[in-house]
């Protein structure tokens, strides 16, 4: 999962984009509103952590614009403690949630994982393909109930690829989703990185198909046990 985080205070912002990477999250941070602005506009998310307080411009107009392009973007908005007014106006304009500063870092990874999983359809936190069970909420991957020893680039690979199993996933995409910016993540790392998960996940049967020259595909379950078959 990618995310971009928008918050001024500098050591606020490396807490937590140090913990967010912990977890297996690519991080992207902003300093101020106007690349907060940017950002969301050239680029694909799957979060947007919004300080409110932002300088050139305020979090609140970025919210306000964000929504106005349409977007669904799941967004948690930062506010300070006695900030009520600011909370409700963040409510009124989409935002999903809100924490109040100071907040326990333990507390903010629950609801990242909580706004994640609605921006991904919500429903269960469980994802089954055939014997592959993946855990969104505790990001562990699991075959015929033996857990999977995954790195968290090869768990974020598995979630683009299971949240998009039987399409094709291109290079591009793959590393659009795992890589924050100024990381230079060749192709060749990519394959690398998919050649891991395959030698994990196909002892079971589960399928990562090589479009060659485009990308790679989770084969649909059913569709790669006939092939077996065969």
Known sequence: MRILLAEDDSVLADGLTRSLRQSGYAIDCVQNGQEADTALSTQEFDLLILDLGLPKLSGLEVLRRLR????????????????????????????DDYMAKPFA??????????????????????????PLTYDQVGRSAYINEQMLDLSARELGLLEILLARAGRLVSKEQLVDHLCEWGEEVSNNAIEVYVHRLRKKIEVGGVRIATVRGLGYCLEKYASAAVAEAK
Do not use: W
């Open 105 to 130: 870092l333990s507390e903010l990874e629950a609801r990242v994982r909580a706004l994640t999983r609605r921006g991904q359809g919500g429903g269960s936190t469980v994802v089954r393909h055939g």
């Open 68 to 95: 106005s392009r349409g977007s669904l973007l799941p967004v948690l908005i930062l506010t300070a403690a006695d900030s009520v007014e600011q909370r409700v106006n963040g409510l009124d304009l989409g935002a």
